[in-house]
C-alpha cells in the first residue's frame, strides 16, 4: 500500500524544467512523473459494499426500491456461508418537527417500508432513526440506519 503521510507531506519543487513548461497541465505531469518514485497499484473493486449512505434528504427514501433484488443470485457472498453481512443502509430525508419525533420516526419507518416492500419497524432494535438537524420552524432532517434484510436483497 502507498504511504499516505508520505504522499500528503511531499511538495515537489519546479526545477528549472518544470518553470518554463509549456502549459500549466505540462508542468503538472513533469513534476507528478518525477517526485513520485512509488510504482502505482491497481485497486480491485469490491463485490459487496458495508454501508450505503444516501444523504440526499428530499429525494434519498425515492431510491430505496433499488436495493430490491440487489444480491439475487449472490447469496454465497453473505452470511452465513462467510462472514460478510448485508450492508447497512443509511438513508437522510426530512419530515415535520416535534418535541419527541415518535410520529417522525413511525412516519418515515412506513415510508422505508413501502419502498422496499418490507416492514421495517421503529421499535426494532436493529433500526435507528436519529434527527439530525432542524433545517425550518416546521421541518427537520432525520436519518435512518438499518441493516438491508435478506427478504429484500435476494427477492
Not at 469490491?46 to 426500491?65: C, E, G, Q
Not at 422496499?116 to 435507528?128: A, L, R, S, T
Request: hydrophobic content about 35%; charged content about 25%.
Amino acid at each position: 500500500l502507498l504511504d499516505t503521510k508520505t504522499i500528503i507531506d511531499i511538495t515537489p519543487k519546479p526545477s528549472r524544467s518544470t518553470r518554463h513548461a509549456s502549459s500549466p497541465t505540462a508542468a503538472l505531469s513533469t513534476m507528478a512523473s518525477s517526485s513520485f518514485s512509488q510504482p502505482a497499484i491497481t485497486l480491485q473493486q469490491p463485490k459487496t459494499f458495508n454501508h450505503y449512505v444516501m444523504n440526499l434528504p428530499a429525494s434519498a427514501i425515492t431510491f430505496l426500491d433499488a436495493f430490491i433484488g440487489l444480491y439475487r443470485g449472490h447469496e454465497i457472498l453473505f452470511s452465513p456461508h462467510t462472514s460478510t453481512k448485508l450492508p447497512m443502509i443509511h438513508v437522510h430525508c426530512f419530515s415535520t418537527k416535534s418535541d419527541d419525533n415518535v410520529e417522525e420516526k413511525k412516519k418515515i419507518c412506513k415510508e422505508i417500508s413501502e419502498r422496499i416492500e418490507f416492514e421495517i419497524k421503529p421499535d426494532d432494535p436493529k433500526v435507528e432513526v436519529w434527527d439530525v438537524r432542524d433545517v425550518a420552524p416546521q421541518k427537520r432532517m432525520f436519518c435512518a440506519s438499518f441493516r438491508l434484510p435478506d427478504e429484500v436483497a435476494f427477492r
